[in-house]
Each structure stands twice: as structure tokens, then as C-alpha cells.
């Protein structure tokens, strides 16, 4: 059996895989809330047992860059090393890449029934490099190369580049806050929090005592999220529609970074949850705005990772060749 992994900033999900006519098939898959639990080796060790798995192979996506097998991410209270997976699964094939890396190593398998279309584009050629672009707790990026395989990046805490003159502002007033404003700071659940909060604090749109209620009592991004797509309050609303408008920049951009034609896949927690927003045509509009190469863009088709287990999928690929 494989044993694959997606850990993120807030939770740990664990699948067993076997090969059937040499395809990956998923048997099982577990859900862990990381401030439960210790460490990566306390969750793995316990879903093995559960399931009294024999595992042969073992690749687990982090929310981190990871070095020489060691991996201390941003979002995340666990120190992540291979060398004590080994030694507590008892194997000597394991591998820790970021999740970005699993996602893109899932591109490859994904069909059409994966995936929600928001720009066509044009057909990849046989040589193509596509891009993902995740949004969740942090903002994840990757590349996949048809080439070359897959190509790490920590890009979601690139310099964040405002397109327009709300998005100066919004970088005004995030740089009184943070001093330094990334991307992730803006793209991610956070990162809504962050963009309703200034529409709220510099007074462009009032916030009624029901939703504030509401804030206090649940999570703020998910409610943010749930009644922007709604249109239930109007603060919320614009808030989702300055996510999408960057989201669609950040994604035209890596387009460009990498010429990766072969298309961009919008992955994590959010792009799922804000995915009938994603299709009105404001994350389109702002992915093809890039001048005078906006018929590239145009030609590169746009996507939403219907499928939330692609990063244990790829995660399984990468395990497969170890």
C-alpha cells in the first residue's frame, strides 16, 4: 500500500493507495485537526494502525519549503522531518514535498470531470508547463512541466502587486499593518479577512450588527465567503469581488512567470468554496488583463481543481516512484 498526505495549515489528511491495472486507487482517507495532535508521526502511525496497513511507500505534501528532507512551515506548529518518518513507519521509501508539489504532481491525472472551466484557452501542446495556484489557509503555487516534472515554489509569499487604484490602497493599508505585504497575505482565507477588514476600516463599506455578530460567532473567512457569493451584505460582496480580481492577476501572472500555457489550476480550501463567484467573469476579466500579451493569456486555459483530493493524488503518484 501507499500511504499519501495533504497537511495543512489546519488540518492533516491521511489516505491509503493500491495499484489496479496501473492505476492509483484510493481505499480509505482520514481527516486530522493539526492542534489536536503533536505531530505528523502521531497522526500517520495512528492511520496506519487503524486501518492494520502493510505501507510500502509514503509521500506527504507540507505547507512549507522543505529542505534536505526537513520542513518547518509558516502555518503550521509541527516540525516535519523524513528521517523520523522512516523510522516510525518502518520504511525507508518516504519522501516530504510541499503541497503545492503533490498538487502539481496530480495534473497529469485529473480529467475533465475534475475539473470546473472558467477559460477554455486553447489545447496544451505535448511539452506544455502548467501552473496551480491555491488558496486556503496560506496561498500555495507550483508548476508542472511536461519536460522537466514538477517544480517546487514558494510564490504565494511574493511581493503582492496591486493592479488597480483600490488594490494601491489596500496595499497602503496593509503595509501600516504587516510592513511587508505578500500575496498570501491578500490570496488565502486570512487574506479575505484582511481585504474586508480595510473596506471596513477605511469606511467604503459599513458592516450591519447581524454580520458582526456573525463574525464573532463563526469563522470569518467561511462567512465572508458564504454571503459575498449571496450578495446577503454589500461589504462582503466587494470583498469577494477584490479577491477575485487578484486571484485572476496572481493567475495570469504565472502564466507569464513560466509560460505556462499548458493551463492554470486554481486549488485549495477557498477556490472551491468561492466557486460560483470564480465563474461570473471577474477572476476572467483580470486573468486575461495583461496588455500586450494578453493573447497569451487568453490562449491558456483557466480552471478550478474540482477534485479535493488531488494533493493525496499526487502525493500517491510521487510515493509510486520512490
Not at 510541499?98 to 484557452?121: C, E, H, K, R, V
Not at 493569456?297 to 483530493?309: A, E, S, Y
Request: charged letters at 20%; one cysteine or more; proline letters at 5%.
Amino acid at each position: 500500500m501507499i500511504l499519501a498526505g495533504d497537511v495543512g495549515g489546519t488540518k492533516a489528511r491521511l489516505a491509503l493507495y493500491r495499484i489496479a491495472q496501473d492505476k492509483l486507487v484510493r481505499e480509505c482517507t482520514a481527516t486530522f485537526a493539526v492542534r489536536e495532535h503533536g505531530s505528523l508521526e502521531e497522526v500517520a502511525t495512528a492511520f496506519v494502525a487503524r486501518q492494520q496497513a502493510r505501507v510500502a511507500q509514503a509521500c506527504i505534501g507540507v505547507p512549507g519549503p522543505v529542505v534536505q528532507g526537513r520542513s518547518r512551515a509558516v502555518n503550521l506548529p509541527w516540525q516535519l522531518d523524513e528521517q523520523s518518518l522512516k523510522q516510525v513507519l518502518g520504511i525507508d521509501g518516504v519522501r516530504l514535498v510541499n503541497d503545492l508539489f503533490a498538487t502539481a504532481a496530480s495534473i497529469p491525472l485529473l480529467t475533465a470531470d475534475d475539473l470546473i472551466t472558467l477559460n477554455p484557452g486553447e489545447a496544451p501542446g505535448p511539452e506544455a508547463t502548467y501552473a496551480v495556484l491555491a488558496p486556503g489557509t496560506g496561498l500555495g503555487q507550483g508548476f508542472y512541466s511536461s519536460r522537466a516534472g514538477v517544480l517546487p515554489s514558494e510564490g504565494g509569499h511574493a511581493d503582492f502587486a496591486p493592479t488597480s487604484e483600490i488594490e494601491i490602497e489596500l496595499l497602503r493599508f496593509l503595509r501600516a499593518r504587516l510592513r511587508r505585504v505578500s500575496y498570501e497575505r491578500v490570496l488565502s482565507g486570512p487574506g479575505l479577512v484582511n481585504i474586508y477588514e480595510f473596506l471596513r476600516e477605511t469606511g467604503r463599506a459599513a458592516e450591519p450588527p447581524e454580520l458582526r455578530e456573525r463574525l464573532q460567532r463563526d469563522d470569518p473567512a467561511a462567512v465572508i465567503a458564504t454571503a459575498g457569493q449571496a450578495n446577503e451584505f454589500p461589504i462582503c460582496a466587494q470583498a469577494l469581488d477584490l479577491f477575485a480580481a487578484i486571484l485572476g492577476a496572481q493567475a495570469g501572472n504565472l502564466v507569464l512567470l513560466l509560460l505556462a500555457t499548458g493551463g492554470v489550476y486554481l486549488g485549495g480550501g477557498v477556490s472551491m468554496k468561492i466557486a460560483d463567484k470564480l465563474r461570473d467573469g471577474t477572476v476572467v476579466k483580470s486573468y486575461l488583463n495583461k496588455g500586450r500579451l494578453s493573447d497569451l493569456v487568453q490562449k491558456t486555459p483557466l480552471h478550478i481543481i474540482r477534485d479535493d483530493h488531488a494533493a493525496l493524488l499526487g502525493a500517491a503518484s510521487l510515493a509510486r516512484n520512490l
